[in-house]
């Protein structure tokens, strides 16, 4: 994972760079309202609270309190997301503010945990996948605890 990280970085730059003229037109436009720029991430994508995903967390629920520990720790962790998401500009991948107002908290930690998978049989991920013009979500490394982590750090945004 160590020697693949140089190649996502730069894979990550190159798509970007290719993107960037088309971001700014939108990043003008769509960061006057909220409203806007929700539909901007959701465009052509379902938006569906009940679908779980694909991976090993299954109907899970948050306490109503953000859990700040367990935030913190993922916030610790994000550095690796963020070569290709923002809270709230589209990159090469989603804004990822407002996360579980279109997804469920066990979809967002399969993506996390289980993107190869996600990617192939999950109906919002492979709608993502097109979105996003086929850039693949790298797998995060993170095991089931970090996941749950993040997941409440992502709840902050
Ligand atoms: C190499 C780029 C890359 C990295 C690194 C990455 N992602 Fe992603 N992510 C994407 C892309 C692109 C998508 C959209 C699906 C696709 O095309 O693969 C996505 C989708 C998502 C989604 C679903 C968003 C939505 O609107 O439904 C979540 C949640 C997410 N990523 C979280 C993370 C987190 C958390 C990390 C860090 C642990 C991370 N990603 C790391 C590229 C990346």
Redesign the pocket.
């Known amino acids: 994972m160590k020697k693949l990280l140089p190649v996502?970085a730069i894979?990550?730059l190159l798509v970007s760079c290719g993107e960037k003229k088309e971001d700014k037109k939108d990043g003008f436009e769509m960061n006057r309202t909220k409203t806007e720029k929700k539909a901007e991430?959701a465009e052509g994508?379902p938006v569906d609270l009940d679908n779980d995903g694909v991976g090993p967390f299954k109907n899970v629920t948050f306490d109503e309190a953000i859990n700040q520990e367990m935030a913190a720790a993922g916030e610790a962790?994000?550095n690796?997301?963020m070569?290709?998401?923002a809270a709230e500009q589209r990159m090469?991948?989603?804004a990822?503010k407002g996360?579980y107002e279109?997804?469920s908290p066990a979809w967002?930690m399969n993506?996390?945990i289980n993107?190869n998978e996600m990617?192939k049989k999950d109906p919002?991920?492979k709608a993502?996948?097109k979105e996003?013009n086929?850039?693949?979500?790298?797998p995060?490394g993170?095991n089931e605890e970090e996941t749950r982590a993040?997941a409440e750090y992502?709840r902050t945004l």
Not at 134 to 138: E, H, K, Q, V
């Open positions: 996502i894979a990550a991430t994508v962790k994000f690796a997301c070569a290709c998401h090469i991948g989603p990822l996360i279109r997804r967002v993506m996390i993107p990617l919002i991920a993502l996948l996003y086929n850039a693949i979500m790298t995060s993170l993040m992502l």
